[in-house]
């Protein structure tokens, strides 16, 4: 059985929109211009570790958009890893060894949580990783903060009054100021 291990970029007030350079954001592009050579390898060992991508469409979109014009071992990577999409709109994903998950979302992703034999990668998608965390199918957070506070943007947690219960199992900084701090999801007696 495979883990759905979530791994976002966020400012330290908890936004996570257009860290890449999407547009229709004020501050696009706030983790590009502030990403170090090390993060950049450190990201890539974590997609290395990882069997599967899961995201949702509209990061599919900016993924599929972007990924397949890049060259070297991390393009290689991306683009050559399974990935599936949650998707009620996409039929046809042209992004090579796509799926769209089919029938009931989140009946879907606790399947392919059981059919895998390695970890899944959950990247940016904010409102799959919601109800993923609603559903209680995330295992892990890793939360890479950056040293900015952008003041506007979505942030990346939906307010719920259920809890979240989380355990700190590690912590990695950067020359830039970023940390990733990696949380492990804790449930029933482990609280």
Not at 8 to 15: K, L, P, R, T, W
Not at 71 to 78: I, L, V
Not at 145 to 159: C, E, N, Y
């Amino acid at each position: 059985m495979g883990r759905l291990v979530v791994a976002e970029f966020m400012s330290i007030d908890g936004v996570s929109e257009a860290p890449g350079g999407e547009p229709g954001y004020r501050h696009t592009n706030w983790v590009g211009k502030r990403h170090e050579a090390k993060q950049i390898e450190h990201k890539f060992q974590e997609v290395l570790d990882h069997e599967a991508l899961l995201v949702g469409r509209v990061t599919y979109e900016s993924f599929a958009g972007a990924w397949p014009t890049y060259k070297g071992p991390f393009a290689d990577r991306m683009n050559g890893m399974p990935k599936y999409v949650i998707s009620s709109t996409l039929k046809d994903p042209a992004w090579n060894n796509t799926i769209v998950l089919q029938g009931e979302p989140m009946a879907a992703v606790a399947k392919l949580k059981q059919n895998l034999k390695g970890d899944i990668l959950v990247g940016g998608s904010r409102t799959l990783v919601n109800a993923l965390r609603q559903h209680d199918l995330v295992d892990e957070y890793r939360l890479m903060v950056f040293p900015v506070i952008l003041g506007s943007g979505a942030q990346f947690f939906d307010r719920r009054e259920d809890a979240t219960n989380l355990r700190l199992t590690a912590t990695h900084s950067f020359a830039n100021g970023a940390v990733e701090l990696t949380y492990q999801v804790l449930r029933g007696e482990e609280i």
